[in-house]
């Protein structure tokens, strides 16, 4: 009998952390929804990020518990002293999607494919948690939002490189991308790479009324101990506890706006930027 299963973690099919899967997005139910974008072909440098999803999906079966011989599912974190996702495990409510389809060579095809997944997790009324592939895919990922947002980017590096040498798409065009669209209200970026620590900057691309935050983590952030296969290693950056500060602080108290003079500067500096849309 199939409840009877330890499910131990090096046995068995592999979803993220042993949950449901639906690959139909017409019929999701679920609370959180984990779609992977496995797509690296923004990486200047180290590709190979193509293949996190997947691993990603396997390492997350050792915090899936061991079936119905674990009582109490979630899992303890000792910091808070308390238990995270218990509701969401013991309901299945963290759904595996799958991939987005990629089409390789053709970053277009790949990006609508993505907004599209989105799009309809979104509507579903689930929470997306998507898995890179490289950076470059916060942009089809932030499109798919129809109301206003804020972006939360975590990284090493700004991802704001304007267009340049035909390069418009990949991992360090991001967030100049997602600063075009009209629904995002606030972009607030915590990186720190080679030496300078803690630049915190907030790009507003329009000044009224209240939007959602929603985070983008460019994995650089982390330390090469921890993830030396990242696209963009950079030295100096974040250690774990200065993550943990940084994502309890909160975002608006570091959010300062641009003055009409520096929007002014900015618009100017941004003539070259190609508004086509992928
Ligand atoms: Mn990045």
Not at 213 to 237: D, H, M, N, V
Request: net charge positive.
């Amino acid at each position: 009998m199939d409840d009877a299963r330890l499910n131990l973690p090096f046995t068995g099919l592999v979803s993220f952390m042993r949950g449901p899967v639906c690959t139909d997005l017409s019929r999701l139910d679920a609370d959180i929804a984990v779609l992977g974008v496995p797509t690296d072909e923004g990486t200047p440098w180290k590709p190979g990020s193509r293949f996190a999803p997947r691993k990603i999906r396997e390492m997350s079966v050792r915090y899936a518990g061991f079936g119905p011989t674990q009582k109490q599912p979630g899992y303890y974190d000792i910091e808070e002293d308390r238990r995270y996702l218990e509701y969401e495990r013991r309901y299945s409510r963290i759904v595996d999607c799958g991939d987005s389809d990629i089409i390789y060579t053709n970053v277009k095809m790949t990006f609508d494919n993505i907004t599209r997944d989105v799009k309809r997790i979104l509507k579903a009324g689930a929470f997306p948690v998507i898995i890179g592939g490289d950076h470059a895919i916060t942009y089809p990922v932030v499109r798919a939002y129809e109301e206003r947002l804020n972006v939360v980017h975590f990284d090493a590096h700004l991802d704001y490189v304007p267009f340049v040498h035909g390069v418009q798409w990949a991992n360090g065009n991001p967030i100049r991308n997602v600063s075009q669209l009209k629904t995002c209200h606030h972009i607030i970026q915590t990186c720190r790479t080679h030496g300078h620590a803690g630049t915190i900057s907030s790009r507003c691309p329009s000044s009224t009324g209240s939007a959602e935050p929603r985070s983008s983590i460019g994995y650089p952030l982390t330390s090469p101990c921890t993830c030396p296969l990242t696209s963009t290693s950079s030295t100096c950056r974040w250690s774990r506890v200065a993550r943990r500060r940084s994502s309890m602080a909160s975002p608006t108290t570091n959010c300062v706006r641009r003055s009409s003079r520096s929007r002014g500067a900015a618009k100017s500096s941004d003539s070259t930027w190609s508004r086509s849309t992928p």
